[in-house]
């Protein structure tokens, strides 16, 4: 590549200024340009405040520390997830779906047998808790810090304040080089081919570039409206497309989990930040109303009495047919979105700007690589997907339509169905998604979590040897709870 290449990317929300940032490190040593513009007018989307352990790996490549960066941001570690009441008939009312660390190597296959030995009818330990470190620490609240003499690595993710994100991210964008305008996209002017030949903005400035970064958010201002790039919606499986926000003071405790909760038509987030906790219910529009869905948040925080305004924000479920088309790659809400259950969308758009930059460069700074690319950027979405699916259909919740309805739903893709049907057929779950060999966030330990947390057995067979159980026979209690020493509380650990 002889001439300067130009990147334009337009929007500056958590997406537009990660892959202002990425692209910086990615194409340092290429002749590229890269300009964000965004618009003061058309707000962010204010959300997305739960990471995967992806966001680590993030600041790791831009060479951030936690400790330049999370103050910053008011952020607190995240190390796992746990769930409120999604599967009230296996009776328990919780459980948790951890990071999975290295430290488990050590127990997952003693977690896979005993579910298979559920499976099987007999009575042994199959809670996630019991199984996976991550989960001894979020009991405990303890921070993920290793001390430099234990060797294992812990896994963690983040919680952080989107807007004071975004601000830091612009900061370090700018100090590496990236040009910032503000501006209105009003317009999309076409080559004759077909591809994006400048962007107008109001004052009818036209901006070109070799290649536009559509990160317009839910608007899809380059990728759908202007490239008409079909938009495939998962309604049909997932039918939340609403949310209710209400922020409550920071819990002092410092907890390292982000709660989610069911609900009557949906489900609550609650992330604890170090200056609040971020709350929002996620509801389906059919089920309940806007009004409906805020007094059951408020009842639940327990601020019926309260007036602190609530904030609504609308959700368009699916993704894009094609994530990189013609001159323009679409990142963040303008390529898809899969609801906020097990927070992916980040992690989604860190790989679909991996994936982009692998193929760009190695098709020297054109589309030729576009096929393979979008097809692993559509797979990943569609694995999230399916992850995110079950919890609505293996629900065992009786109190609504909303829930029955989900239980009921046959909208499953193949490999959904594969997957249950392997777990209820009894067979080894873990090997038959490594023969997938499909690459996914979510692996066996994961749907081992999903599936055992939510009491997806049969019946317990009339005779119990009463041995067998791999969770008391290797001690597992007490080795977590040994390693547990070398790990000190949150609130006494953040940067
Ligand atoms: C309820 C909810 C909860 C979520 N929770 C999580 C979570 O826990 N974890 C997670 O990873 N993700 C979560 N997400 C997703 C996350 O919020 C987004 O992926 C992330 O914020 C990125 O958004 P964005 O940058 O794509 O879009 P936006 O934040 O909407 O930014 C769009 C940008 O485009 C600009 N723009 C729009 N139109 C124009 C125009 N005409 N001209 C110029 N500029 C324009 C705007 O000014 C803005 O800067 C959640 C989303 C929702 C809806």
Redesign the pocket.
């Known amino acids: 590549m002889s001439q300067p290449h130009r990147i334009v990317i337009?929007?500056?929300?958590?997406?537009?200024?990660?892959a202002a940032n990425l692209f910086a490190h990615h194409f340092k040593h290429h002749p590229v340009t890269i300009t964000l513009?965004?618009?003061?007018?058309?707000?962010?989307?204010?959300?997305?405040?739960?990471?995967?352990p992806s966001l680590k790996q993030f600041f790791r490549d831009l060479g951030i520390e936690d400790a330049q960066w999370m103050p910053r941001c008011q952020a607190t570690y995240k190390v796992a997830i746990q769930f409120h009441g999604w599967s009230p008939a296996s009776g328990n009312s919780s459980y948790r779906h951890p990071f999975i660390s290295q430290l488990d190597t050590f127990s997952e296959r003693a977690f896979y047998v005993n579910s298979q030995t559920r499976r099987l009818g007999l009575d042994v330990t199959t809670s996630p808790d019991a199984f996976l470190f991550n989960s001894y620490l979020a009991e405990q609240k303890r921070s993920p810090l290793t001390p430099d003499n234990f060797p294992f690595r812990i896994e963690y993710g983040y919680h952080f304040d989107?807007g004071l994100l975004?601000e830091f991210l612009k900061e370090h964008a700018l100090s590496q080089g990236v040009r910032h305008t503000v501006?209105?996209?009003?317009d999309v002017a076409l080559h004759p081919n077909g591809d994006i030949r400048a962007?107008i903005?109001s004052n009818d400035n036209e901006i070109h570039a070799e290649l536009f970064v559509d990160?317009?958010?839910?608007?899809s201002?380059l990728l759908q409206k202007a490239l008409k790039v079909p938009f495939s919606s998962f309604s049909d499986n997932l039918f939340n497309d609403r949310?209710v926000?209400l922020p409550t003071p920071a819990d002092p405790s410092a907890p390292v989990e982000?709660q989610a909760t069911a609900l009557s038509a949906g489900w609550t987030?609650a992330?604890p930040l170090q200056h609040r906790t971020g709350n929002?219910y996620?509801y389906s529009s059919q089920y309940i109303s806007d009004d409906q869905a805020e007094t059951e948040l408020r009842t639940h925080l327990g601020m019926l009495e309260d007036d602190a305004p609530a904030r609504f924000?609308?959700?368009k479920v699916g993704q894009a047919d094609k994530h990189w088309y013609r001159n323009c790659l679409a990142?963040?809400?303008?390529?898809g979105?899969i609801?906020?259950l097990e927070?992916?969308?980040?992690?989604?758009?860190q790989l679909s700007i991996r994936f982009f930059c692998e193929a760009y460069v190695k098709g020297n700074f054109t589309a030729q690589h576009q096929v393979s690319c979008n097809q692993k950027i559509t797979g990943h979405f569609n694995n999230v997907r399916d992850y995110i699916v079950a919890h609505y259909k293996l629900n065992t919740r009786n109190d609504s339509a909303y829930w029955r309805d989900n239980r009921n739903n046959m909208h499953l893709s193949e490999n959904l169905l594969q997957i249950l049907d392997t777990w209820y057929r009894r067979e080894d779950l873990a090997r038959f998604l490594s023969e997938k060999s499909h690459a996914t966030h979510f692996g066996a330990t994961s749907w081992h979590c999903l599936l055992a947390g939510y009491g997806a057995f049969p019946g317990l067979a009339p005779e119990q040897p009463g041995t067998g159980d791999l969770f008391k026979e290797h001690q597992l209690a007490s080795f977590f709870n040994g390693c547990l020493l070398n790990f000190s509380p949150q609130s006494q650990r953040l940067p």
């Open positions: 337009v929007g500056g929300g958590t997406a537009g200024w990660m513009a965004e618009s003061d007018n058309v707000p962010t989307v204010g959300v997305g405040e739960g990471s995967t989107a975004g501006c209105d996209v009003q962007l903005d990160c317009t958010g839910f608007n201002l949310a926000v982000t987030w992330i929002g996620v924000l609308s959700m990142l963040g809400l303008s390529q979105f609801e906020p927070a992916t969308a980040l992690h989604l758009v």
